[in-house]
């Protein structure tokens, strides 16, 4: 075995033992949600194929499906369209004992309906005009509300694009939209930097995962989470997060390579 391929053996092993161990602590946090009658809500967003799916398969792998509920709604039909933009949403907010994570949530209309013209310029101000306060009552009403961002590079993205399109089990993946990710990258990282600015506060803060690396930012997803919650027994060590990984957003961020449009 050449050196190159046992580093690989060898990180690909510490990776699955982190994982595991991470995963234990995820049934602890479940259990105590249980025995509390806690109510969470994660949303999860992101570029596109920045690994929202791959981190949810693996926060979610070992908890309870009973009390563990994953949210990808598609395209609005034409009575959801009629009716107030937050309303379909609402359905799936977590009840008590339950976790909830949303894949993309109502932050598509800042994102991809802002970029793509799927709304317009009255619709994408009244979004923000109301998100705020939607999400203040949410927390008021004892939900423990987390909002994540994963972010990627141009070229990392071209590339998990084109594997998507050459991968048989990933077909489900692509979407004509993802033809325009590339293309209207810059239009997405304005529309992005725009969310931030004005959903960001210091009751719903914005979390950024640099998710360059699918497997370090699984990791560190899922330790972000984790140092977030509080539950009986916690291991502090373990789920301590690198700040350098994933952090709450700052304007100055802005500026680092990173999340630079």
């Known amino acids: 075995m050449t050196k190159h391929k046992e580093q690989k053996r060898l990180e690909k092993q510490h990776y699955k033992a982190e994982l595991r161990q991470l995963q234990i602590e995820l049934v602890k946090l479940q259990r105590h949600i249980i025995r509390k009658n806690d109510k969470i809500l994660v949303i999860l967003e992101g570029r596109d194929a920045a690994g929202k799916d791959g981190s949810i398969k693996r926060i979610t792998q070992h908890l309870s499906p009973r009390e563990t509920r994953v949210v990808a709604l598609g395209k609005p039909s034409d009575r959801e ?7 379909r949403y609402v359905h799936y907010l977590p009840a008590a004992a ?3 994570f949303f894949n993309r949530s109502w932050y598509n209309r800042a994102g991809v309906e802002k970029v793509m013209g799927f709304c317009t310029d009255a619709q994408y101000e009244e979004f923000f ?6 999400e203040s009552m949410l927390v008021r009403s004892g939900i423990h509300f987390i909002k994540m961002y994963l972010d990627i590079s141009k070229s990392e993205q071209k590339n998990r694009l084109e594997a998507h399109q050459d991968d048989p089990l990933k077909q489900w ?11 209207r990258w810059k239009d997405y990282s304005t529309a992005r930097n725009a969310m931030f600015a004005r959903t960001h506060t210091s009751f719903t803060p914005w979390t950024i995962v640099d998710a360059n690396d699918k497997k370090v930012a699984r990791i560190q997803l899922i330790k972000g989470l984790l140092s977030r919650l509080d539950y ?12 350098t990984i994933i952090f709450d957003y700052d304007p100055l961020y802005l500026e680092n390579n990173m999340i630079k449009a």
């Open 81 to 87: 369209e009629s009716q107030w933009y937050f309303q």
């Open 232 to 243: 009986a027994n916690k291991d502090t060590n373990l789920t301590l997060p690198d700040q």
């Open 98 to 100: 339950e976790i909830v």
């Open 173 to 183: 993946k692509t979407s004509p939209i993802d033809e325009q990710a590339i293309a």
């Open 129 to 134: 005009t109301e998100v705020t306060d939607f």
